[in-house]
């Protein structure tokens, strides 16, 4: 059985998987307010998010590939093989239902229940609550081949069943009973989709004609026919607009106007493959289709006339990658070569920071008029390329060569681009015996600036990839520098010597800006590729003998060799630090040297030949591309976080089977009790919630604002800068009915008005005042628990109100030299508790500041502030013992590291 660990590596998770043939399903998640995508990759089931289409959740790996794939309001229900998987939140198996003889090819959703039909046309209908068999009902393939399933609205317990025959029957699943067999069109029913209005359903042919159909009066609505071949999904708009959207293997999408029965609109390539399924959001102008071409992508319709245009996608490469190689030296991205003529980026971090860099073109302006499709300038595949990151932001710093293709093409990092350029000597063009001459490796320069091109015909050339402009060629005399097809160009990290090597095993030294031969090195053997590491100058050699040889090209000698793959080496690597070498192999096999002790340290066998291979720049991780398959996959390197000791691989030494990293396998112990589980409803989740304090061991912070406890020293300062300069004055109240004074003239008795508070000074009353709820619930603390009360008491104040309770603890402020003492001794007992550190501090603080003056005049209050400053000096030893700890430890990690 296949392993997912080696001696080094093991596996961690694949890149650039976002859909197959399987069709999408969507849900709608009331408390996300958002519908949820979900599609297949193989043998997990991802999960995006319609906003944005950022994967929410990828799901467990199953026993065997998905083949069908539905989803009601709680639940996502998967059938791989003859079980079916029912999924709560994408990744919590709940229940697996088991029973058919034969694969399930076919899943619906009916209420509580869920119809399950194999390839045998065996219908069982289960309890999605109790995971039982409710009944079963068996149609005959030579009769009614079943193809897909429906259930019509409004009609209760009714199940519509489509047949490869072309004839659909209505069944009563309660009572288990025909209804009712409609003829058909004299074509096989491909799909089938519930309209709008009652009574009505869609159906697809094979024919590529589409029925809209009564139901109830057994009459044909409208039809409609596409010339595109079968019709792969259908479904409607419910935003208003009377339209039905159909998909086709031609990977075009037709809008139909059902009022006006006919043609709307006509969305052209929307996928390179076929469409496998078409979804219409709900109450919205958006529509979800994706493809085995491994693309998800969402329409707007929002057009002048109506159409719809792209809005987002989510892609990988519809064909296997050909090369992969990091990018920069955090290691976060991955540049990949696919043989679909692209270039993409994958990102190790996040995949909404992947890209696509575009396909390849003779001719960009024209190939921008056509699709991708229908591209008639698309170049050939891309075999090799080089990238340095030390121009990326200036101009073109990745430069490639095509299959059986002459120039090379440069492309932009930054822009997301390819670029403008094409670099390719004039001797190919007018030569008409170098005509057919193609380029077969190329390297770019430590500097950015120069790209070194090998051809089949011997030449190696110089270009400027700035200008595209040749800046010279290495020639042998009159003759081009190799006999033989270049089957490799390097340059050291210094722009001092050019190393080129061709198919017979001829390593040449040259100079790097005369273009002198400084030395030449026979191997014996066929070559087939070479890598250099510019740190180390190190170049490993690999041989068309199955062997591995090292060369260092300072020495200019052979320093090591790897006899052990059995069949052609395919991709080799090196390790930051040059102390590994990884090679892998078309037997299926990888290899990991070590240089040092020139030993095989690791040998492991994969499932399929891997074509690609290399380690991220910190060796933290390994990425291998593999034949036949789109994704990329992900190693780590688990001697960076485990004491592990590597021995020498014996000859005999069989190789560890590594199976390509996924997620977790699916298990029948996985599936959730029913007791311990509920249905996904609209209330919120329960979410994890750390307890206050880990441990009574640990300083605990009360992680309140700042304002509430940093400022506290401070308080006066802010309130004499918030106070206004000219308080306001409360106008005179004058009485409703002003008081006269007899008289022959009117006069105003203003005798009983009170006197103006600047006009008679307000007495104050310095006697005893009461104790605050705060203050006479700390003179009543007895215990621990009461005094840690009192603190939590205290830190649901503002600070004005804090600072109201500390200073009427004093004499000053109608309190007791007790109180201060309770109040000293809550803090002693919140510092040893190491809960709300910061708060205990600044309250401290405040206290001495207010109180510091009678504090230090009694003698029972200097005691209790000793034994505080012990109470200090104990957490704070322990505290910067730790970070001191730390420090050592983060030094001596930077210090071997570098």
């Known amino acids: 059985m296949a392993e997912n660990s080696s001696a080094i590596f093991t596996g961690h998770r694949p890149l650039g998987y976002v859909s197959n043939h399987i069709p999408l399903v969507t849900r709608y998640i009331t408390r996300r307010k958002e519908h949820l995508i979900v599609t297949v990759t193989g043998r997990t089931f991802h999960t995006y998010g319609s906003s944005k289409l950022g994967l929410l959740s990828v799901s467990k790996l199953h026993p065997q590939n998905i083949t069908a794939l539905t989803a009601d309001s709680f639940l996502v229900f998967v059938a791989a093989g003859k079980e079916i998987y029912a999924w709560r939140r994408g990744n919590e198996l709940q229940r697996v239902y088991s029973g058919h003889p034969s694969d399930v090819h076919i899943l619906f959703p009916f209420g509580p229940k869920l119809l399950s039909v194999d390839k045998d046309s065996l219908l069982k209908v289960w309890d999605i609550k109790d995971g039982s068999e409710y009944l079963e009902m068996t149609f005959n393939n030579t009769k009614t081949k079943v193809t897909s399933l429906c259930h019509p609205s409004s009609y209760m317990d009714k199940v519509l069943v489509g047949s490869k025959q072309g004839h659909m029957q209505l069944w009563n699943i309660k009572s288990t009973k025909l209804v009712y067999t409609f003829e058909g069109w004299g074509s096989g029913v491909v799909c089938m989709e519930q309209a709008p209005a009652i009574d009505v359903v869609a159906v697809g042919l094979e024919s590529g004609e589409v029925f809209v159909h009564n139901l109830k009066f057994d009459e044909t609505v409208v039809k409609f026919s596409q010339d595109w071949g079968p019709v ?23 809008c139909w106007d059902l009022e006006g029965r006919k043609l709307a609109h006509q969305m052209r390539a929307c996928h390179t493959g076929s469409v496998s399924g078409v979804k219409c959001l709900a109450g919205e102008p958006l529509v979800v289709t994706n493809s085995g071409d491994n693309t998800l992508k969402q329409w707007i319709f929002d057009m002048s006339d109506g159409g719809g245009r792209l809005l987002r996608q989510r892609e990988g490469h519809s064909q296997p990658p050909g090369k992969i190689r990091y990018y920069g030296a955090a290691g976060h991205s991955i540049l990949s070569a696919g043989q679909d003529s692209s270039l993409r980026v994958f990102s190790t971090v996040a995949d909404l920071l992947n890209k696509n860099l575009g396909h390849a073109s003779f001719n960009r302006k024209l190939s921008k008029k056509h699709r991708v499709t229908e591209d008639p300038v698309r170049m050939p595949p891309i075999i090799d390329f080089t990238t340095d990151t030390t121009r990326d932001r200036e101009w073109d710093n990745i430069a490639c060569v095509h299959r059986q293709q002459g120039l090379a093409t440069t492309w932009s990092f930054g822009d997301s681009r390819m670029g403008e350029l094409q670099l390719i000597h004039e001797r190919f063009k007018l030569d008409m015996d170098l005509r057919s001459a193609v380029a077969t490796c190329l390297s770019l320069t430590s500097c950015g600036n120069f790209v070194l091109m090998g051809y089949s015909s011997g030449h ?4 400027n990839i700035q200008s595209g402009i040749h800046r010279g060629t ?22 001092q010597q050019t190393v080129t090597g061709d198919s017979k095993g001829i390593i040449k030294f040259w100079r790097f800006k005369a273009g002198e031969l400084l030395q030449k090195l026979a191997m014996g053997q066929d070559l087939s590729s070479m890598k250099l590491n510019r740190e180390s100058g190190l170049l490993a050699l690999a041989m068309e003998d199955f062997t591995i040889r090292v060369v260092d090209i300072d020495t200019r000698c052979l320093v090591r060799k790897f006899p052990g793959h059995k069949s052609t080496i395919t991709d080799i690597s090196f390790s930051a630090d040059s102390r590994w070498l990884v090679s892998v192999s078309m037997d299926k096999t990888g290899r990991v040297w070590d240089l040092p002790t020139g030993q095989c340290v690791d040998y492991v066998e994969f499932d399929t030949p891997a074509t690609s291979v290399d380690l991220s720049p910190a060796s933290d991780m390994m990425a291998t591309s593999h034949v036949g398959d789109l994704g990329i996959y992900l190693w780590i390197n688990k001697t960076l976080y485990d004491h592990i000791t590597l021995a020498p691989v014996s000859k005999k030494a069989k190789p560890v089977k590594l199976s390509l990293p996924e997620n977790l396998h699916v298990t029948s112990k996985d599936a959730i009790d029913e007791e311990d589980v509920k249905m996904e409803t609209d209330e919120p989740e329960e979410v994890f919630a750390s307890p206050e304090q880990i441990s009574d061991d640990l300083i605990t912070l009360a992680n309140l604002p700042g304002s509430r406890w940093l400022n506290l020293l401070s308080l006066d300062i802010i309130k004499a800068k918030n106070k206004p300069k ?37 007495t104050l009353n310095l006697g005893f005042t009461s104790f605050t709820e705060f203050g006479s619930a700390l003179g009543q603390a007895t215990s621990d628990e009461d005094y840690l009360a009192m603190v939590a008491n205290l830190m649901e104040k503002g600070p004005s109100g804090i600072d109201l309770e500390i200073r009427s603890l004093g004499p000053e402020g109608g309190g007791t030299i007790g109180a201060l003492g309770q109040f000293l001794e809550m803090l002693k007992i919140g510092l040893k508790s190491n809960a709300s550190f910061e708060a205990v501090e600044s309250y401290l603080g405040l206290f001495l500041k207010i109180h510091g003056d009678i504090v230090a005049s009694e003698e029972d209050l200097v005691n209790t502030l000793k034994e505080i400053q012990t109470v200090q000096d104990e957490k704070w030893s322990s505290l910067q013992a730790e970070i001191d700890n730390c420090l050592c430890l983060t030094t001596f990690f930077k210090s071997s590291f570098l």
């Open 232 to 254: 792969t999904g259908i479904s409607f708009r419910t935003d208003g607009q009377p339209m039905m959207l159909t998909g086709s293997p031609a990977g075009h999408i037709a």
């Open 726 to 762: 000219n308080p306001p004055k409360k106008p005179k109240a004058a009485p409703f009915f002003l008081p006269t004074i007899a008289g022959l003239e009117t006069k105003f008795d203003l005798s009983n008005l009170p006197k103006d508070a600047d006009d008679s000074s307000r």
């Open 474 to 495: 290495y020639n042998h005399g009159k003759h081009p520098a190799h006999k033989n097809t270049v089957r490799g160009v390097v340059t050291d990290s210094l722009n």
């Open 460 to 463: 190696v050339d110089r270009f």
